[in-house]
């Protein structure tokens, strides 16, 4: 069984930057692990995703360029570091894990999710 726990959510002024976390318990190795969001009254997006065999890594394009998503097996920890944010990336984030390493973009590809972090931009 895989428990994520995500962590690092906070209340930021435009332009500010933070970095989520997203702790992995559990036989985690193999897996892909995304990011993915949901703002009030809208669906669930992807965000970025990491793949475990080669560490390639994927982008929205609305996040391109600004954010950036690493791991740290040592720590079995999976990181999102977020620049120059505004109101429009406010959302709940969810980390997930994709048993078949496939990072794919459709969150119902992904196995396991945490509970989700808070992020809140506003001045």
């Known amino acids: 069984q895989v428990q994520l726990v995500e962590s690092g959510g906070a209340l930021v002024r435009p332009g500010d930057s933070l970095t989520l976390s997203c702790a992995a318990s559990g036989h985690t190795a193999g897996y892909a692990t995304g990011w993915f969001r949901q703002a009030p009254g809208k669906g669930r997006e992807f965000v970025a995703s990491i793949r475990w065999s080669d560490s390639r890594t994927y982008y929205a394009t609305s996040v391109q360029g600004r954010f950036t998503i690493s791991r740290d097996n040592a720590k079995n920890t999976v990181y999102l570091q977020m620049h120059s944010l505004n109101s429009e990336d406010t959302a709940v984030y969810y980390c997930?894990?994709?048993?078949?390493?496939?990072?794919?973009?459709?969150?119902?590809?992904?196995?396991?999710w945490g509970q989700g972090t808070q992020v809140t931009v506003s001045s």
């Open positions: 997930a894990t994709d048993s078949l390493d496939s990072s794919s973009y459709a969150s119902d590809e992904y196995e396991y």
